[in-house]
């Protein structure tokens, strides 16, 4: 008799079974699943829709000495997709859901597989299960045998296919599961481990409770601890998880308490192993400690604190080493977060004396615009409400002439609309007649006139305020490009009688933003 004789007779044998005889049913499931690990062509079809599942279903329902062995053949049958619906149309997921109680562990290993496998990519059926309360004893399999791997590896899919889900996530946020995962993180016997460890953190972690929860309970830090235990190698899959560990981290920082936590005043483990990965040779690392220090900057006092602590030369350092055909994201990245360490007053004064707009002005040679539009809007934090550093660069002609450039950019309207916007800020912000004779000699002023017909009202308002300051200070300067554009007459009238919230007033001392309050008596 050939083998698909003996499954045909097994199944036929299982089918008529009136009763269900745990001696008699045994060999028929022996042979069964001997074809099923064989991977017998057709096999795991042939057992489908031989009628024999609804049998399979009751033998575990009755939780007999058998339940083992028939959930170890759903499991393996369970590898062919064809059979899933009709292994839940049977009920058999419904049936082996109790057996997630058992304290056997084998038990809990064939139950484990069969009923991820029958609900792989099923979402119904997925979110059927975390309604049924599965979270919970996933959860606490793996604390009451954190060392049986394959149970482990198990739950642990089972999870990553859970915990995109909300409920699930809920589910989770009640039962302190960082601790798990964190041990289970530093006993991946592999990267394929740890690759579904940091998928399940980061999954979980776009959850604003989790987040915080994962920074009380030493995510960070255990993040930290193996993106250290695998720098310096080579291997891909460690590179690899060096990377999706970085960008979990960053994700981590999103959250505010989160991120103040990690901070922890600048002397957190978390904070100073950022600050190494600035000054690593991997570029991925690289990214994401910039990525990171923009996120630590997100309030005055952290951004007060960093400076005391020495960030910003580091930042530079970085910046200048991918200035040449670098790498664009890290530039990116390494702007903003010189953007926003720029944002507080004080910390405006003290970059500008330890010289950052003259070492960020390396990178006016890029030719990339992500660049060109972040360095233009870190250059404009930095003269907001700053008069010194607005003299500074709106002095310095090779910036003016490379603004000019950018204002004509054809093909990135972001980096029209910045450079424009920075123009505007060097004139409100210097109110210096010195800058406005520079900036009307690099031809700026039709940018600016442009600019006041935007359809964008902010970008109006910063136009026309540095036009009539501009007018104000030095009105010869600007003779020629409002003669061209005939808007002399235009501008004599807004500075008789404003229109908008911001009026201009000269006197000795200089000139004046005040707010308008009506027509000049």
């Known amino acids: 008799m050939t083998d698909t004789d003996c499954l045909c007779e097994a199944l036929k044998a299982i089918s008529v079974s009136t009763e269900l005889i745990e ?100 979402a119904y059926q997925q979110d059927q299960l975390v309604q049924s309360g599965v979270i919970p004893r996933l959860v606490s399999i793996m604390r009451a045998y954190p060392d049986n791997d394959p149970l482990v590896n198990v739950c642990l899919l089972a999870l990553c296919n859970l915990a995109d889900m909300d409920s699930a996530r809920e589910a989770l946020a009640q039962l302190d599961v960082a601790d798990v995962l964190i041990f289970q993180l530093k ?53 690899c998880s060096i990377k999706i560990a970085s960008n979990l981290m960053v994700s981590l920082l999103l959250g505010d308490e989160s991120m103040q936590k990690c901070f922890g005043e600048g002397s957190g483990l978390v904070y100073q192993d950022v600050l190494s990965w600035l000054q690593s040779s991997n570029t991925q ?99 907001d409400g700053h008069e010194e550093a607005a003299l500074v660069l709106g002095r310095d002609a090779d910036l003016l002439d490379r603004i000019m450039e950018w204002c004509e950019a054809k093909d990135h ?49 910063e136009a026309l305020v540095a036009l009539a300051i501009a007018s104000a200070i030095d009105i010869e300067s600007m003779k020629d490009p409002f003669g061209e554009a005939d808007l002399l007459p235009m501008l004599k009238k807004m500075l008789e009688d404003p229109v908008g919230a911001v009026e201009v007033k000269c006197h000795e001392g200089g000139v004046e933003l005040c707010e308008y309050e009506g027509k000049h008596q």
């Open 23 to 122: 001696e008699e049913l045994k060999p028929h499931l022996d042979t069964v699943l001997a074809a099923l690990l064989e991977k017998k062509k057709d096999a795991a079809i042939d057992v489908a829709k031989s009628g024999i599942l609804p049998i399979l279903a009751q033998a575990l329902q009755r939780k007999s000495s058998l339940s083992c062995q028939v959930a170890l053949v759903v499991a393996e049958m369970a590898r062919e997709a064809a059979v899933r619906e009709p292994c839940i149309e049977a009920g058999l997921v419904k049936v082996l859901v109790p057996h997630l109680n058992s304290d056997n562990q084998e038990m809990l290993l064939n139950s484990g597989r069969a009923i991820g496998r029958i609900c792989f990519d099923n």
């Open 187 to 239: 006993q991946a016997p592999d990267a394929e481990r740890r690759h579904v460890i940091l998928e399940i953190l980061g999954s979980l972690g776009e959850s604003d409770t989790l987040k915080l929860q994962f920074a009380e309970s030493g995510v960070p830090e255990a993040l930290s601890e193996m993106i250290r235990s695998l720098q310096g190698g080579s291997d891909p899959h460690d590179l």
């Open 285 to 383: 690392l690289q990214l994401s400690g910039a990525l990171a220090i923009a996120n630590f900057a997100r309030n005055d006092s952290n951004c007060v604190k960093m400076l005391d602590l020495g960030v910003v030369p580091h930042i530079l350092t970085l910046l200048e080493q991918h200035v040449d055909e670098g790498d664009v994201s890290v530039q990116h990245a390494g702007l903003s977060a010189l953007r926003n360490l720029a944002i507080p007053a004080t910390n405006k004064v003290r970059m500008l004396e330890d010289g950052v707009t003259d070492r960020i002005k390396t990178l006016l040679r890029s030719d990339m615009p992500p660049v060109q539009f972040k360095l233009l809007g870190t250059l404009r934090m930095m003269v």
């Open 413 to 461: 309207a972001g980096v029209r609309g910045e450079a424009s916007r920075l123009l505007a800020a060097l004139i409100r912000h210097s109110q210096n007649s010195e800058v406005v004779r520079e900036v009307a000699r690099a031809n700026g002023i039709r940018h600016l006139i442009s600019m006041a017909s935007s359809e964008h009202v902010i970008m109006q308002n």
